[in-house]
């Protein structure tokens, strides 16, 4: 069963424009984890997100979570073109070494 | 240091054959895991191995099998090969576990014909 579900499934943007994209899931977790993936190749973590935090940057990237909701974005500010990919969230099911379960992903399109 | 390396990167195999493909991990990973990325089921995971143990199991038949050595390489077994087992076969290192991120590796594209 899928644990985690990333919302839109397509974003199509300008370039310099932000990009946000939503996780939701379903049961209690230990961390949060977003992943990017350019064109069938393997996926590269991006950040971790524990469950006792509530925002985490690196570079353009800031990911939030909302254990209340259930729930996590992903915002990419001043997008560029390199940042067309696939995005997906994966998350555990609450204990220390769990199996992650992957979304479907969102589709991101920047558009130079 | 040098990621993940799985091999081989491509293959073309026949309904009923079999299949074994080989990842080896970061230096110093324990944990290895596999997922099958197909464009209709996103991606599933497999299994996964920590010291040589299997440590947690996905919903794939049994024709589906892995192992770990002791160095952490691993590979995973596909047998008695199905269409539908045409996909990206993902490998993912991680120290201790995914709850650590997972590094992962290109990937093994199987076309079964």
Partial sequence: SQQGEEDPQALSIQEGENATMNCSY???????????????????????????????????????????????????????????????????????????????????SVIP | KAGVTQTPRYLIKTRGQQVTLSCSPISGHRSVSWYQQTPGQGLQFLFEYFSETQRNKGNFPGRFSGRQFSNSRSEMNVSTLELGDSALYLCASSLAGANYGYTFGSGTRLTVV
Avoid at chain 1, 55 to 75: A, M, Y
Avoid at chain 1, 103 to 108: A, D, E, N, Q
């Fill in chain 1, 26 to 108: 379903k049961t209690s977790i230990n961390n949060l984890q977003w992943y990017r993936q350019n064109s069938g190749r393997g996926l590269v973590h991006l950040i971790l997100i524990r469950s006792n935090e509530r925002e985490k940057h690196s570079g353009r990237l800031r990911v939030t979570l909302d254990t209340s909701k259930k729930s996590s974005s992903l915002l990419i500010t001043a997008s560029r073109a390199a940042d067309t990919a696939s995005y997906f969230c994966a998350t555990d099911a609450g204990t220390s070494y769990d199996k992650v379960i992957f979304g479907p992903g969102t589709s991101l």
